[in-house]
């Protein structure tokens, strides 16, 4: 597997178990000064099943197609603005609900929504114009 659906994958999983201990924190109510809801859903939904799909489909399309990915460049670029974006959007949240760090949150909030929608849209293009490219040899 290369480098960049490998790391999605690894991501992926740190993810889940990210998710999965706040959930915990949520069940038992430990240290939470506040709802922790969207941490949660974002770290397993957008961290894990997003990450995971995003890793294994750089890895299988271009085999299931016959064809390489139409940009392979922006694997790297998907890879950080989907991450960064995630941990922005996620700690901004959190700013957010402090009263005296509101204005500070909601930025790196915006930021971190923007930088995860461009993630989104690379992926999304670069898997739509490998799906509708003609097969050609890999190399």
Known sequence: MAKYPRLFVILSLIYLFIGM???????????IAFDMKFMHAHYNLLGFMSMMIMGIAYHIMPRFNGVNIYFPRWIPYHFWCSNIGLFLLTTGFHFRALDYMK???????????????IG????????????????????
């Open 21 to 31: 201990c706040i959930g915990l924190m949520r069940v038992f109510d430990i240290g």
């Open 103 to 117: 204005g500070f949150g909601n930025v790196i909030f915006v930021g971190g929504g923007i930088l995860s929608g």
């Open 120 to 139: 989104i849209s690379l992926f999304v293009i670069n898997l739509l114009f490998t799906l509708l490219s003609k097969p050609k040899p890999m190399n």
